[in-house]
């Protein structure tokens, strides 16, 4: 789903916000399962849409009551007794579904199609096949003392003839009916959407036409819920056409700050409000993440041979879609010299498409001039991490942080006075220019 | 006292048989007669129940304007009652989904509800009315724990030898009759107790098993155990309230009504009834 692989999904948190959806209706459910991006107009008919339905709910016990009866409406075979109850107890609860005026979700009237089944019109929701003839075989079948083969027979005969005729004037409502099953989908899952965003905190973005993607006070629900209690900073960014680096020790916060720029990046394009205070997100052709946690490439490569075909068919595809691009430690597990050679080429090579690509890497040398630069804010005097970005120069030095996370999580002090000595001595040899 | 007066404090009632043609249907029906208004479904008899579908099994039940069933989609055909849809449960078989229907008339119905005994507790809050039928499977095995009460069918169909039946028959309701063990120092057994449970217990050692479904064990074992003063209880009890008699078979030339009677009746401790007369 939208490019990402199953473990990707997971650890940037996608299925977290996916599975707190819960769409009352199976329709729901079956749109839930066909996410997709969506065009400029559907996006900005959906965002209208998911505000108008904000604290809408008196209608989720109905929907809650609807069956999926797509098989009984698309059969060919004759409908059965059973067929049309389940027919009848839809438009039953179809009847009831007031909603208000909406962007592209509209439900077509089915009164004519429960006249039908219903011909009493009482919309009690049991069902029994009738007819005259029925009516005088059934008053004939209860006088008579012993069970009738021959009555029993008749009944059966006039219900299969009703059951034809009904499946034959059902059958000309067939397109109402999916595409009132289609509708109902949408504002199910549209109505999931809002209740969402007023539980987790989500507000509308904007469709930016320029090729720029910023957000203010980012988060990430997923990432604050395996936190528990520590407070997750909340991350403000903008990142243009072309390269952003960003740097920082690790366990800086890199991967987090990327993952839920990618989370909210599919979000917004699948017509989800962004966890963010705001947030401006072009229309991406497509969203790209390569990061260790890919499931395995196949093919029988190593994993750095996995990520480097997959940066190729990447940097194939930026010739012709606009895309974003997050890189979390690309080559990392090569020695260092290289990796960074590579993480330099992969960035300027990139940086001649039009789309938007952000590179989290611990290789301090990869940055330039021609690229934008976040650095990680890391350890504050406090003694706590900060991982929020801040935009730095080119030529910032990398926070030098790495000694003070192992003594945070307490590192025993042998191991730290040896470790100490060991950057002592580096630093004195390899003075830096 | 008649079956139905004795089953008359109970709501939920399963019938279940020793083999078939050992009497479920008859007692079925004598029950349905009795009370009149009941509800009705079957449990554990999917083979059974594609027997019906192909022309196998023949037994009918019949039914009294009314009556709410809840039984398979594709056996609803196969009922000549009139009939009014009440409800389409989410329950599957291999016939096809659990629907509540209602007869409009009387007639002749085929049961065919949930496989497992679990999903009876789905279905109850279906089933309007104060007594509720269960046509329970044929075998003494595991479905039994359901209901308020449950009724054994025996009969000579179980084998031609009235010796064998009636010993066969005293061991099930043994072991249906088996008590709640209140006791300390015993040996707790969660799933089927079998015949290998002999190897390994000691002399006068209690075994305690979930209910009396999960005892699987032959009635030599059961002896044995004896024999070696080894007490069986259960935690979840049965109230097995009575046994029914088929004394005819299909398979045989059957047995004496009153010998097979008076005999079954000295071999248990409930009520025996013959109903096939």
């Given at each position: ?249 690790n366990m800086g916060g890199k ?179 | ?81 009139s009939k009014e849809i009440l ?111 002999l190897h390994g217990i000691k ?75």
């Amino acid at each position: 789903m939208f490019g990402l692989d199953a473990v990707q999904r997971e650890t940037i948190g996608l299925n977290y916000v996916l599975t707190r959806l819960e769409p009352d209706s199976p329709y729901g459910r079956e749109k839930l399962k066909h996410l997709s991006f969506l065009d400029q107009a559907a996006l900005e008919a959906c965002f209208d849409n998911i505000e108008k339905l904000m604290d809408f709910d008196e209608i989720r016990p109905h929907l809650a009551a609807l069956k999926n009866i797509r098989g009984s409406i698309t059969k060919t075979e004759t409908l059965t007794q059973v067929d049309i109850f389940e027919i009848k107890h839809f438009l039953i609860t179809f009847e009831k579904l007031h909603i208000p005026e909406l962007k592209g979700i509209s439900l077509q009237p089915m009164s004519d199609a429960l006249a039908i089944v219903d011909p009493s019109g009482l919309r009690i929701a049991t069902y029994t096949v009738e007819s005259p003839m029925l009516y005088s075989i059934r008053k004939e079948k209860l006088r008579a003392e012993i069970i009738d083969p021959l009555l029993v027979e008749q009944e059966v005969a006039e219900e299969t003839r009703v059951l034809q005729e009904i499946t034959k004037k059902l059958r000309k409502h067939t397109a109402t009916f999916l595409s009132n099953m289609n509708n109902i989908g949408e504002l199910d899952l549209t109505m999931a959407k809002a209740r969402l965003a007023q539980e987790l905190g989500a507000a509308r973005p904007i469709l930016s036409k320029r090729e720029v993607l910023s957000f203010k006070e980012m988060g990430n629900p997923y990432i604050a819920e395996t936190l528990k209690n520590h407070s997750l900073t909340k991350i403000f960014v903008t990142f243009d056409k072309g390269i952003t680096i960003i740097t920082g020790a690790n366990m800086g916060g890199k991967s987090v700050a990327l993952k839920s720029v990618v989370l909210n990046t599919l979000l917004c394009r699948a017509g989800f409000f962004v966890f963010a205070q705001e947030a401006e997100v072009p229309l991406f052709d497509g969203v790209c993440m390569i990061s260790e946690e890919m499931e395995d490439i196949g093919q029988g490569l190593s994993s750095f041979g996995g990520e480097m075909t997959r940066l190729n068919e990447v940097a194939l595809r930026t010739k012709s879609d606009f895309l974003f691009i997050a890189l979390d430690e690309p080559a990392r597990g090569t020695n260092p010299e290289e990796g960074a050679a590579i993480v330099r080429g992969v960035a300027n090579h990139l940086a001649t498409s039009s789309s938007i690509c952000v590179i989290a890497t611990h290789y301090n040398q990869v940055t330039s001039p021609r690229f934008k630069h976040y650095q990680v804010a890391g350890l504050k005097g406090t003694g706590y991490m900060d991982y929020n970005l801040v935009e730095a120069r080119h030529d910032a030095p990398p926070p030098k942080d790495a000694l003070k996370i192992c003594k945070l999580i307490g590192l025993n002090k042998d191991l730290l006075a040896k470790i100490n000595k060991e950057v002592n001595n580096d630093t004195n040899t390899n003075i830096r220019p | 006292m008649s079956l139905p007066e004795l089953l008359s404090p109970y709501r939920v009632i399963t019938i279940i048989g020793m083999a078939k043609n050992s009497g479920k249907t008859t007692t079925l029906n004598h029950l349905i007669k009795a009370f009149r208004q009941v509800s009705l479904t079957s449990i554990g008899r999917d083979g059974e129940s594609v027997d019906v579908v192909t022309g196998t099994d023949k037994s009918r039940i019949f039914v009294y304007k009314n009556t709410v069933i809840a039984t398979a989609e594709k056996l609803l055909p196969l009922c000549d009652i009139s009939k009014e849809i009440l409800d389409v449960t989410g329950i599957s078989t291999p016939l096809g989904r659990v629907v509540i229907v209602r007869a409009l008339s009387d007639g002749f119905v085929q049961l065919g509800g949930p496989s497992i005994a679990a999903q009876i507790a789905d279905l109850l809050p279906h089933l309007p009315g104060d007594k509720i039928l269960i046509d329970g499977a044929v075998s003494r095995k595991t479905q039994a724990n359901i209901g308020d009460a449950v009724v054994l069918c025996t009969g000579a169909s179980f084998s031609p030898s009235m010796v064998e039946t009636i010993r066969e028959t005293r061991h099930i309701v043994e072991i249906f009759n088996l008590h709640k063990f209140e006791g300390k120092n015993y040996i707790y057994i969660p799933g089927a107790v079998m015949d290998s449970v002999l190897h390994g217990i000691k002399e006068g050692e209690t075994i305690v098993a979930e209910d009396p479904g999960k005892i699987l064990i032959s009635s030599t074992t059961y002896d044995r155990l004896r024999a070696k003063k080894v007490t069986l209880a259960v935690r979840t009890p049965l109230r097995l309230a009575a046994l029914t008699i088929n004394p005819t078979s299909p398979y045989n030339t059957g047995y004496s009504p009153n010998d097979f009677l008076e005999k079954m009746q000295e071999a248990v401790t409930i009520p025996v009834y013959n109903l096939h007369q």
